[in-house]
């Protein structure tokens, strides 16, 4: 039988057919955001987010201070501070694949909950530290929360909320990520770095307060044949005035049709396995596009080429962008669609990672170049280039190129690879695949925030900037042709839209 070709049109043709969905009036009963209680258990939820923010980008501003200590015992060699760098990303990843049992076996809301734990301890480490050894345990501490709650959060905001509101939630975790890093930036010109760790632990306490007043996930309730209180739980996030017969009663059909653990012929078929791959292979081509890198190492970079004002300015200046930017995603990503923000995010992404390229291997080089951060230890781009002068405009080409890199990712590939993953992922599979999401991307990171000071000590810091924009290209092939728009569509109807395997979701 001939496949239907791409895009067609017509009733055997539509992606997400609406004979299963509420007439008008009930459509508008379940799907307006009429209960403003499912934003604070959001918001509860996203504080998670904030932390893993925060530590991701600790290292910005402490390791240049590190290097500079008068303490034998903490003062950073370049391995050091590769490792110092590096290694949240390792913690994360254990997070990730501890996330793909306790997903499922504690649910969302406690395994969100539980990753205070390992945060506040990493982060107590991190403020007493007189040790390398103890800097160490509390990034990978802090980064194994972060790894946790980047599992978690996202498949929880996603099953409580609606499909109306649903991509601005969605965006959610990565506007509090975003938050959590200005807030590091900003405070990092204010506070001695272990001062920044002792306020690492506020957010954290005051997420655990709220969570603790929050329902589990419907979905999740429903799935451990928690009746009762899954609808309890539906009711307090719609309202009591909010009909939630025909949305309870679809979450209950699909959770059915799922009540058994996954057998192995069941993940060899391609509605399984087929969503699985596309959130693996997104949240791969995500950290390849070396957002990690660049925030681990911003303030570095900064140090390390000619710019105009002072590094830890451009640092907490390109945050307040980044935040700008996730912002305009939140407000526009259930408007223009999933897809075309991610199309829009890889170009500027590849035009930005282009830009800082060139500059660094043909543009002017600092007038005394750091050589305690570790980035090169030789002059950048060779020996032909002009000395920078703090007043040359020229100089405000990184800053503007990283802005645009950040306002890129911050706009599409940020928010929209968390919010696709918690959509296209099946409920069977939801805490395991969503784990092993998690595990696949950090594992990434770590490979990545690692070889990034090799690389750049070998070859010059262009070349990892060569390598993103080359990435950012593949993406926009692989988004074209493989990711699905899922605008306006209840999980459900997600979900059902992979079992029929029509591939006409391509378009």
Same mark, same amino acid.
């Given at each position: ?83 110092? +760098?590096?290694?949240?990303? %390792?913690?994360?990843?254990? @997070?990730? *694949? !501890?996330?793909?049992? =306790?997903?499922? /076996? $504690? ?62 939630? +969605?965006?959610?975790?990565? %506007?509090?990520?975003?938050? @959590?890093? *200005? !807030?590091?930036?900003? =405070?990092?010109? /204010? $506070? ?316």
């Amino acid at each position: 039988m001939q496949e239907p070709l791409l895009g067609a049109e017509g009733p055997d043709y539509d992606t997400f057919p609406e004979k299963s969905s509420p007439s008008p009036g009930e459509r508008t009963r379940v799907g307006a955001p009429q209960n403003k209680r499912v934003f604070l258990a959001t918001f509860a939820a996203v504080l998670g987010n904030f932390s893993f923010g925060y530590a991701l980008v600790y290292t910005s501003p402490v390791i240049p201070a590190l290097e500079h200590s008068l303490d034998p015992d903490l003062s950073l060699t370049k391995t050091q501070a590769s490792w110092f +760098g590096s290694v949240f990303t %390792l913690g994360s990843a254990a @997070g990730g *694949l !501890s996330a793909m049992v =306790l997903n499922d /076996l $504690l649910g969302r809301k406690l395994s969100i909950m539980f990753s205070a734990v390992p945060s506040a301890a990493g982060y107590a480490l991190m403020a007493g530290a007189h040790g390398f050894w103890m800097l160490l345990l509390g990034r990978t501490l802090t980064g194994f929360a972060g790894g946790l709650t980047a599992a978690c959060i996202p498949v929880y905001v996603s099953e409580i909320a609606t499909p109306g509101v649903r991509g601005a939630l +969605g965006a959610t975790p990565q %506007l509090m990520a975003v938050f @959590g890093s *200005l !807030s590091l930036y900003a =405070l990092g010109l /204010l $506070l001695p770095w272990r001062w920044l760790a002792v306020a690492g632990e506020g957010p954290v306490l005051v997420m655990i307060l709220l969570l603790s007043f929050m329902p589990n996930s419907p979905r999740f309730l429903l799935s451990r044949g928690r009746d009762a209180e899954a609808l309890r739980a539906l009711a307090w996030l719609r309202g009591a005035d909010t009909d939630i017969r025909w949305e309870f009663e679809q979450i209950q059909d699909n959770v059915r049709r799922q009540s058994t653990r996954m057998s192995w012929a069941e993940a060899r078929n391609p509605h399984t396995y087929r969503p699985i791959l596309i959130a693996l292979v997104m949240r791969f081509l995500q950290q390849l596009m070396g957002i990690t890198p660049v925030l681990v190492y911003l303030q570095p970079i900064f140090e390390s080429t000619a710019v105009l004002l002072p590094p830890k300015d451009d640092a907490a200046i390109v945050g307040a962008v980044r935040l700008f930017s996730v912002l305009i995603a939140a407000l526009t990503m259930d408007l223009a669609g999933r897809k075309v923000l991610l199309f829009i995010s890889a170009t500027i992404m590849f035009a930005a990672n282009l830009t800082l390229g060139l500059y660094v291997h043909f543009g002017p080089k600092p007038l005394t170049p750091n050589s305690t951060v570790g980035l090169e230890s030789v002059p950048l781009g060779g020996t032909g280039q002009p000395l920078a002068t703090p007043s040359s405009y020229l100089t405000l080409v990184p800053l503007v190129a990283t802005m645009l890199f950040i306002m890129g990712y911050a706009m599409g590939w940020g928010p929209i690879t968390w919010l696709l993953m918690s959509e296209i992922l099946p409920l069977q599979a939801r805490g395991v695949a969503s784990g092993l999401c998690v595990l696949v991307s950090w594992l990434t990171a770590f490979a990545l925030t690692k070889s990034f000071l090799l690389v750049v000590n070998a070859f010059g810091l262009h070349v990892p900037f060569f390598f993103f924009a080359a990435i950012c290209l593949a993406s926009l092939v692989f988004t074209s042709c493989c990711v699905p728009e899922t605008k306006g569509r209840s999980l459900e109807q997600i979900e059902s839209f992979f079992r029929t395997g029509r591939r006409s979701f391509l378009h």
